[in-house]
């Protein structure tokens, strides 16, 4: 009984990580494209929890694997849309005089 409710979940999940799909291959913007494909590999660690106890929880390793791979391909996104394509804000030189205020700078308590 449980483990039939455990595949028509999976199934449920699996409807829409088809539109998912559809929307990485259609979505009008790289942003949207990139949500969607977060939504695929969430989806596809849902329907791999979903179905880990059908096979002795073998599958958790998977789904944690893929966890990862989905978090890295977001930053991978972001750093490739940023401007230059470089994605480090510590790689840009920065004024730390503009940085500071002369109100900001805390006074010596007198002696």
Known sequence: MIETGFELAAASILLSL???L???WRG???ADR?????????AGVAVVLLLAPLSNWAALDVALV???LAALA?????KAAS???CGDPESEPVDLHALVQPDDV?????R
Do not use: N, Y
């Not at 805390?106 to 007198?110: A, I, L, T």
């Open 18 to 20: 088809g539109f998912a």
């Open 22 to 24: 559809w929307l990485v």
């Open 28 to 30: 009008p913007k790289r």
């Open 34 to 42: 990139m949500m969607a494909a977060q939504l695929a590999g969430s």
């Open 66 to 68: 893929l966890a990862l």
């Open 74 to 78: 977001a930053l991978a996104f972001v």
């Open 83 to 85: 401007a230059q394509g």
């Open 106 to 110: 805390p006074k010596e308590p007198p």
